[in-house]
Nanobody, 124 residues
């Protein structure tokens, strides 16, 4: 099982980045995928989640700026990040959780598999 996150980089405030999470070793169709981020010294924060039925969830701070999508046959989940702010700077991780996601618990429930992170740095 592997989740490969990529697409991070250094951008200026207001610019965009697209993160990708490519999975292998399991069937993406049956898993919800979450994106999380962490700044050294801080707790990990849930950013967004897409359920097996493509229902989407976002933390308030990224609502309207970020968009999550999935393409199961390509084994890929994408996080489109627009209007980036310096406070979005963090290491971003994707994670997989078996089954459908219900309601607003997506960031509190345990995930089965985690990928390595990709660094996103937004300069002011």
């Amino acid at each position: 099982v592997q989740l490969q996150a990529s697409g991070g980089g250094l951008v200026q405030a207001g610019e965009s980045l697209t993160l990708s999470c490519v999975v292998s070793g399991f069937t993406l169709d049956y898993y919800s995928i979450g994106w999380f981020r962490q700044v050294p010294g801080d707790e990990r924060e849930g950013v967004s989640c897409i359920s097996t039925d493509s229902s989407t969830y976002y933390v308030d701070s990224v609502q309207g700026r970020f968009s999550i999508s999935r393409t199961n046959f390509k084994r890929t989940v994408t996080l489109q990040m627009n209007s980036l702010k310096p406070e979005d700077t963090a290491v971003y991780y994707c994670a997989a959780r078996w089954g459908k996601t219900y309601g607003d618990s997506w960031y509190r429930v345990p995930y089965d598999y985690w990928g390595q992170g990709t660094q996103v740095t937004v300069s002011s």
